[in-house]
């Protein structure tokens, strides 16, 4: 049962315009989601993250929206350039606990991202 | 900020021997660490999480004996994949998440990974 997906394995997206990545959960428990960027043969980067108490969080050209009662999130890159090629995971954890800084990651299978100059 | 190092970052080795990995995380202190791995064009799977001092949890399905991992330090935990086959070869990453210093207690922050080939 897959609690994190991303349902488009690819996107393919003209420099300058706007890529919207999408995601979706199925564990209401979810309360934290991020999204990393990765290239080949590299770790995941962090790029944004946002609190279920919130809809909207953005840093630079990156925007991240949530949509509780959907259970949706997406990811805006504006204007999109060709160094932001690579695959983008969305990820999620749930709940808190002893401690607070035990948080698991639920990550979805990712989508390419491919900006033509 | 938020630097987490691999090392090594490629290993080939003979089948039956042992490889240890190290993750350390260099400008903040990581209480948690986690181990994954990675399949070509898939997603990361979680392996365990480790706590400081205390022993990893493992996710249903890996073998604690085979894959000891241990979490030292506040900035150091190893992988160490015992008698390797070729199966075991795969993409081996780390993350950490930190208490203190520029790691934040709900963001991991990952490695570059490890490619393992076993012979």
Known sequence: ?117 | GAVVSQHPSWVICKSGTSVKIECRSLDFQATTMFWYRQFPKQSLMLMATSNEGSKATYEQGVEKDKFLINHASLTLSTLTVTSAHPEDSSFYICSASGTQGVGRTDTQYFGPGTRLTVL
């Open chain 1, 1 to 117: 049962d897959q609690q994190v997906k991303q349902n488009s394995p690819s996107l393919s997206v003209q420099e300058g315009r706007i890529s919207i990545l999408n995601c979706d959960y199925t564990n209401s428990m979810f309360d934290y989601f991020l999204w990393y960027k990765k290239y080949p043969a590299e770790g995941p980067t962090f790029l944004i993250s946002i609190s279920s108490i919130k809809d909207k969080n953005e840093d630079g050209r990156f925007t991240v929206f949530l949509n509780k009662s959907a259970k949706h999130l997406s990811l805006h890159i504006v204007p999109s350039q060709p160094g932001d090629s690579a695959v983008y995971f969305c990820a999620a954890s749930g709940g808190t606990n002893s401690g607070g800084s035990n948080y698991k990651l639920t990550f979805g299978k990712g989508t390419l991202l491919t900006v033509n100059p």
